[in-house]
């Protein structure tokens, strides 16, 4: 993060060591977690608009779709029971992921991406070969807790294998197997679409089994991070790990703040009932608000029902899922984007940009559904216009994919302290499920009665949360993890739940004293006295004691 300088817990310390092949793929590997919550993510809205799925399964809905222009377009897609099919795994992948904590937490977290990767294999088998909607559900809700064990596990062990200057890229990388799991989801129901027999649905939720394999074969070949063997006391065997990780024989100084960190993290009995209290305040609202704001951009409505938005405004079965496959390519190319300049642009920057892109995006959107659709829901549209829809989602899309799609992972995952970083992860996690459930259970509903002012209404969410950005996150690019309090100290509004007092670390528990404590003593700090300061032990520590 810091080019190289790495303070631990210890806030005194630089790790020598630098990012192995080692870590690069294994780091790689977990990260194909993301690749089945994407491939369901993308599967669902294509499958939801397959005749021969409708009609086997939402015979009523299927009806209704075929009453064409005279019926209207806004309302032809709205069924509880439909929605529930695409909502139900958000609903069993919240859940999941509070109780993931504890199998990551004892038994390792490799073994939360096993199991599930392999839940996840069970449910694409029952949906693949399922003969009624309670199957269909069933499977739904398993694939759910496979997403929810990945979700939760994957972001930890990644942000504890990689050495701290690469953890935001190497997190973004999660995002990326996100948005290819949509895009290779996209491909294959546009291929599956085509098969004559009306069977091509199955093939496509039957091929979720292949991510779900990887991920379960690949955390087999993971190693446990030094972290978890030393949480689970495994000292030896976590000094042999780092040693391989970071190349160096060179790893005592993680080790102790490692070990100091399990100790601290122990010590904290409660971290659910810890995290309430009003120094956490800035990263409590923001482990609620960050997902919470990510979900409502509505991308998931691109997302899940971008085939039958697209059918809805006039293109074809084929053309629809032809549109969602353009919509999913761009999704993973702008994903690049952030990955090569969140730690360069920053995390604000991004946020910024994106958000007035996407606002305009549905403003745009809005209007041209206004005019061809009115409140009515009854048009005709033209290939020239309906075409001039879907530039502007790309707009959208794109700017998502560089703002808050990689951010609504990544920052909540660098703004906890130690003792209370899981409980952060999991609430951040579940609060990102539960938004993305409900988003997904009442956008046909909403459409239906919204109609073009839906686009308004995201619009709006666009504009608060950018004011929101603008006002109260404080840039994080650069600043070393276990010095992020120093950021909420010196913010004009979060400041005033920080008391001196608790600017403090491991060590100054431990009798050592910290210069975190004297830094902030000081009136003024800014990000570049926090980099300076960063930059100052560096120098110190490479001068050797004077
Ligand atoms: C979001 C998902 C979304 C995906 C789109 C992720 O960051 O959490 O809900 O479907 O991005 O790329």
């Not at 222009?69 to 069924?79: A, E, I």
């Not at 305040?281 to 409505?301: D, E, K, S, Y």
């Not at 660098?414 to 992860?425: N, V, W, Y």
Request: charged share 15%; hydrophobic share 50%.
């Amino acid at each position: 993060m810091d080019g190289g300088v790495v303070v631990g817990s210890s806030g005194s310390r630089d790790y020598p060591g630098k990012m192995t092949f080692y870590v690069f793929f294994a780091c790689l590997i977990a990260a194909t977690g993301g690749l089945i919550f994407g491939y369901d993510v993308g599967i669902s809205g294509g499958v939801t608009s397959m005749d021969s799925f409708l009609e086997k399964f939402f015979p009523a809905v299927h009806r209704k779709e075929l009453d064409t222009v005279s019926t209207n377009q806004y309302c032809k897609f709205d069924s509880q029971l439909l929605t529930a099919f695409t909502s139900s795994l958000y609903l069993a992948a919240l859940v999941s992921s509070l109780f993931a904590s504890t199998m990551t937490r004892k038994l390792g977290r490799k073994w939360s991406m096993f199991s599930g990767g392999v839940t996840f294999v069970v449910g694409a088998t029952l949906n693949g070969s399922a003969v009624n909607v309670a199957m269909l559900i069933l499977g739904r809700l398993l694939l759910g807790i496979g997403v929810g064990f990945t979700s939760q596990s994957v972001p930890l062990y990644l942000s504890e294998m990689a050495p701290a200057r690469l953890r935001g890229m190497l997190n973004i990388v999660f995002q990326l197997m996100i948005t290819i799991g949509i895009f290779v989801a996209n491909v294959i129901n546009y291929g599956t679409e085509k098969i004559k027999g009306g069977w091509g649905w199955r093939v496509s939720l039957a091929l979720a089994a292949v991510p779900g394999a990887i991920i379960a074969i690949g955390a087999l070949t993971l190693p446990d991070t030094p972290n978890s063997l030393i949480e689970r006391g495994h000292d030896e065997e976590a000094k042999a790990m780092l040693r391989k990780i970071r190349g160096t024989t060179d790893i005592e100084a993680e080790f102790e703040d490692l070990v100091v960190a399990s100790n601290q993290s122990k010590a904290v009995k409660h971290p659910f009932a810890n995290i309430r209290m009003r120094k956490y305040r800035p990263q409590l609202t923001m482990a609620i608000l960050l997902p919470f704001f990510q979900q409502l951009t509505g991308i998931n409505v691109v997302m899940f029902y971008a085939p039958v938005l697209f059918k809805t405004i006039g293109f074809g079965s084929s053309a629809s899922l032809m549109s969602s496959l353009i919509t999913g390519l761009i999704n993973v190319i702008a994903t690049f984007v952030s990955i090569f300049t969140v730690d360069k642009l920053g995390r604000r920057k991004l946020l910024l940009e994106g958000g007035i892109q996407m606002f305009l995006g549905q403003i745009v959107l809005g209007i041209l559904i206004a005019i061809k659709f009115g409140t009515s829901g009854v048009a005709d549209v033209s290939k020239t216009y309906a075409i001039f829809v879907v530039a502007f989602i790309c707009v959208f899309v794109t700017g998502f994919a560089w703002s808050w799609g990689p951010m609504g992972w990544l920052v909540p995952s660098e703004i906890f302290p130690l003792e209370i970083r899981s409980a952060g992860q999991s609430i951040s996690v579940s609060m990102n499920m539960l938004l993305t459930f409900t988003i997904a259970q009442v956008f046909l509903a909403m459409l239906c009665h919204m109609k073009f002012g839906l686009f308004f209404f995201f619009a709006a969410w666009m504009f608060i949360m950018t004011m929101f950005v603008y006002f109260f996150l404080p840039e994080t690019k650069n600043v070393p993890i276990e010095e992020m309090i120093l950021v909420w100290k010196k913010h004009w509004f979060w400041g005033n739940f920080i008391v001196d007092e608790d600017i403090h670390n491991g060590d100054v528990e431990n009798g050592r004293p910290s210069n975190i404590v004297h830094l902030c003593s000081q009136e003024h700090v800014s990000a570049v006295d926090i980099r300076s300061h960063a930059v100052k032990k560096k120098m110190a520590t490479e001068a050797g004691p004077s």
